[in-house]
């Protein structure tokens, strides 16, 4: 639907973290009256019922995923979340956050008390998951494989992270496991197939937030699987609602990642 120039720079100003979900609730509302546009008045007229108490906790569901482009439309995927998506949104409807939240949050429900899950694909994190209650990125580790390498260089090239350098007296790539941020980008570039993937997964971060004390997750070491994911996630949620007082984010109560591990 095409949007006039004050309705988009009006948007823009909606935080980031429910900007698509105004954005689709504005054009919906749009529609609803019969236009093929968005002009300001829609989302001045959406405004006034999300900043109501009653429009607010109409409109918060208890839990936010958010997701990057995916790999179909990006060619950066190191791991597809496509499909753990999918998982994730059940268990997320299985816990039923919103009755949680609903029960414990004193004096109505606010779009900062949904728990926050994000996947994205590559380390390039388009989708921001540093900065929520669980981050998840597509992950893949490179090694060095058994066909020669050429000294091509299309491997330290292509590396964003300075992690590759050749050895030029082995003929052979190195890598810096502490500098690789597991992207699969020298994987995908290796003309020879020297190096190889030698594991396929996601890097889970936990405890991010923004707001008054912004927050940067932490990292759980390692590469997980999915069934690894899903039950970190689930331990989580476990966790969260058993400790979370009066509407306390998950970051503020988190205290050992050990505790929420499987």
């Known amino acids: 639907m ?4 004050e309705a988009e720079a009006a948007i823009k100003k909606v935080p980031f973290f429910i900007r698509k979900k105004v954005r689709k609730k504005v054009e ?3 529609e609803n009256k019969g236009r093929k546009s968005v002009d300001i008045e829609d989302v001045t007229s959406l405004k006034q019922q999300f900043l109501s108490k009653e429009g607010m906790e ?3 569901r208890g839990y936010d995923i958010s997701t990057c482009f995916g790999e179909k439309d990006c060619p950066n995927s190191a791991n597809s979340c496509a499909k753990l998506l999918v998982d994730i949104q059940t ?3 299985k816990a039923d956050i919103l009755s949680f939240l609903k029960k414990s949050v004193p004096g109505g429900l606010k779009f900062h008390h949904e728990f926050r899950i994000s996947l994205s694909d590559c380390p390039n994190a388009c989708s921001r998951p540093q900065i929520v209650d669980i981050g998840i990125i597509g992950a893949a580790r490179p ?3 058994e066909a020669n390498c050429t000294l091509c260089n299309a491997c330290v090239d292509v590396c964003p992270d300075g992690a590759i350098c050749l050895d030029q007296i082995n003929e052979q790539p190195l890598i810096d496991q502490n500098l690789c941020l597991l992207c699969g980008k020298c994987i995908t570039s290796c003309p020879t197939g020297t190096i190889e993937r030698s594991e396929k997964g996601f890097r889970v971060l936990l405890g991010g937030r923004l707001g008054r004390h912004p927050r940067l997750a932490m990292e759980v070491p390692g590469i997980q699987s999915r069934v690894q994911v899903l039950a970190i996630v689930e331990n989580c949620l476990t966790f969260y609602k058993t400790h979370s007082k009066k509407g306390q984010r998950f970051s503020k109560i988190l205290t050992s990642m050990d505790q929420v591990l499987p």
């Open 2 to 5: 095409k949007w006039s120039a």
């Open 28 to 30: 919906v509302y749009a």
């Open 58 to 60: 109409n409109q918060v």
């Open 91 to 93: 268990l997320m409807e």
């Open 143 to 145: 090694v060095n494989g």
